[in-house]
């Protein structure tokens, strides 16, 4: 009986591990995307976003492994959070939950600016790395790369 059990835990540990590579990849592909676009297009073209540039070092690169773990994390979280259900508030409460977190903290790091505009941006970025990671996950398990949590 015990061996059935620790087979179960293997199997729903293996399709979290699964869930929470797929969550890190897509996070950290949104992570490059708009980091290129913040230095590449905003900050280049709206001055008053300048404060998004970022110089591609070391620092950049801890960013992008922090998103890629706080990615596999929500991956994760996401695979138990939805489940089998139906219901769109389990899927839009998870990506807000992480999205708005992890928005909020990178503006804590930001020195005060008379213009909240890159605030907003910071926080939709995060929400919108966090719906690409959802929409990779709804992907994944559509397709049963990825079984949902019973």
């Not at 994760?76 to 977190?101: C, E, K, M, W």
């Amino acid at each position: 009986m015990n061996r059935i059990l620790d087979h179960q835990y293997m199997a729903e540990r293996l399709e979290s591990l699964k869930a929470g590579i797929i969550g890190g990849l897509a996070l950290g592909l949104a992570f490059l995307i708009t980091s290129f676009v913040n230095t590449l297009v905003l900050a280049k073209y709206f001055p008053i976003l300048v404060s998004l540039q970022r110089d591609f070092n070391w620092y950049w690169l801890m960013s992008g492994a922090i998103a890629g773990f706080s990615g596999l994390l929500f991956g994760v979280t996401y695979r138990y959070i939805i489940r089998t259900d139906q219901n769109p508030h389990l899927n839009s409460g998870g990506v807000l939950a992480f999205g708005l977190v992890r928005g909020l903290t990178q503006i804590e790091g930001l020195n005060a600016s008379s213009t909240v505009l890159p605030f907003v941006v910071l926080v939709g970025e995060s929400i919108l790395w966090f719906a690409i990671a959802a929409i990779a996950l709804d992907i994944a398990l559509q397709r049963s790369w990825v079984k949902p949590f019973r």
